[in-house]
């Protein structure tokens, strides 16, 4: 099993709203990533855990707010978002606390904020 | 910093090889990764190779590394339809103790039947 699950696969939601984004993986793996993509353009690191601790944070806006409550799961919390935050949200995870060559992604939730 | 080049566009006859190009700046790379993104998809792994290797190949897919002059490539033999996507390489380099991947922009292969 090499698959990262995401849901939702899709997600509208207003810049009042809160709402979450999950992640999951059951590789064992120890490293689990928050990237954004935007149309046409490469993926953006947002957050890497590395054993369920944040190690590191992109300079990302409070709205957006990670949890790993356990070495499988990932979540991102959402809330007042704006519309530029619509994106495609990717997750990833590998082996240890680094991308030592089984990185892996999600099929991304595809997020519109209206 | 680091910075990961690629050509935006790639347009292929089907059953022709394919090369997709990439150079990369930092020189203390230890992994490189080629990465396939359909439309609305999320990111797949196609491989990756260890920086002290020069060649690395599977099935359709042959990797090869200049380390000296920081060159990475994909070629695909026998290009088809289903191969057109875009092509991400990407280089991991330690970070604050995690190896953290820089992307290129990624590469358009259009495959013509």
């Known amino acids: 099993d090499t698959e990262v699950t995401q849901t939702p696969k899709h997600l509208v939601m207003g810049m009042t709203n809160k709402k979450s984004l999950k992640c999951e993986q059951h590789?064992?793996?120890?490293?689990m990533y928050w990237y954004k993509q935007k149309a046409k353009k490469p993926p953006e690191l947002m957050f890497v855990y590395s054993y369920e601790k944040l190690s590191i944070n992109e300079s990302v806006p409070s709205r957006f707010s990670p949890e790993c409550p356990n070495s499988s799961l990932l979540n991102l919390h959402l809330h007042a978002l704006q519309p530029e935050d619509s994106a495609l949200y990717l997750c990833?995870?590998?082996?240890?606390?680094?991308?030592?060559?089984?990185?892996?992604f999600g099929q991304g939730t595809r997020l519109t904020v209206v | 910093g680091e910075d990961v080049e690629q050509s935006l566009f790639l347009s292929v006859r089907e059953g022709d090889s394919s090369v997709i190009n990439c150079t990369y700046t930092?020189?203390?790379?230890?992994?490189l990764y080629w990465y396939k993104q359909e439309p609305g998809a999320g990111l797949q792994l196609l491989t990756y190779?260890?920086?002290?290797?020069d060649m690395k190949q599977d099935q359709r897919l042959t990797v090869l590394l200049n380390k000296k002059d920081k060159h990475l490539s994909l070629r695909i033999a026998d290009t088809q339809t289903g191969d057109s996507a875009i092509y991400f390489c990407a280089e991991a380099s330690v970070t604050g103790g995690s190896y953290i991947p820089t992307f290129g922009r990624g590469t358009s292969l259009i495959v013509h039947p």
């Open positions: 590789m064992g793996h120890r490293a």
């Open positions: 990833a995870s590998s082996r240890l606390g680094r991308f030592d060559g089984e990185a892996f």
């Open positions: 190779i260890f920086s002290n290797m």
């Open positions: 930092d020189s203390s790379s230890t992994y």
